[in-house]
């Protein structure tokens, strides 16, 4: 039974901490990933949000 008990408390010490055994370059990887989706989808609404900005300022400069 104490077997038991030391690996569950070494599984809710790793939950806790954010550990579940992935390598740290895989996480660096997928952040990377994500930052290069964000700014590909974020470069094809460029012309909108340009004008929306513009648009923005010219309304309250007006």
Avoid: C, P
Avoid at 33 to 53: F, H, N, Y
């Amino acid at each position: 039974m104490s077997i038991v008990k030391q690996k569950y408390g070494r599984l809710v010490a790793k939950v806790y901490a954010g550990d579940f055994g992935v390598n740290q370059a895989a996480e660096v990887g997928g952040l990377v990933a994500a930052a290069i989706a964000i700014t590909a989808g974020v470069a094809t609404q460029g012309d909108q949000v340009g004008q929306a900005i513009a648009t923005f300022f010219t309304d309250k400069l007006s």
